[in-house]
């Protein structure tokens, strides 16, 4: 259904459960695979959006990543960058009332 995070971790049970299951390893390492590169692809996509200033649409990519890989750094830190922009931009703002 699109839920790789869900598959790999599903696969990764099997994979306990039945260690001599190549079919489960192979499955396993597919989606780890699958994961890998649809990370890869909304990171560069979000750095794509922040650098053409499309924070709305770097914001959803990043968060792409998170969804699929909750451990991968340079969009976690990405996000924060972007928070960190808004509120300086708030603050900004704010002092020019």
């Known amino acids: 259904s699109g839920d790789l995070a869900t598959a790999a971790a599903q ?3 099997v994979t306990l459960l039945a260690p001599g299951d190549e079919t489960a390893r ?4 597919a ?10 692809e909304q990171l560069a996509a979000g750095q794509s959006a922040l ?5 709305e649409r770097a914001t959803h990519a990043f ?3 998170l969804a699929v890989d909750p451990t991968q750094p340079d969009a976690a830190k990405a996000l924060r ?3 960190r ?8 703002d704010r002092a020019a009332k």
Not at 26 to 29: G, H, K, S, V
Not at 31 to 40: L, M, Q
Not at 51 to 55: F, G, I, W
């Open 11 to 13: 696969w990764q049970v």
């Open 31 to 40: 989606v780890r695979a699958a994961i890998a590169k649809e990370a890869r």
């Open 63 to 65: 968060l792409r990543v």
């Open 81 to 83: 960058e972007i928070d």
């Open 85 to 92: 922009r808004r509120f300086t931009r708030i603050q900004a």
């Open 51 to 55: 650098a053409a200033n499309d924070v």
């Open 26 to 29: 192979r499955e396993l390492a």
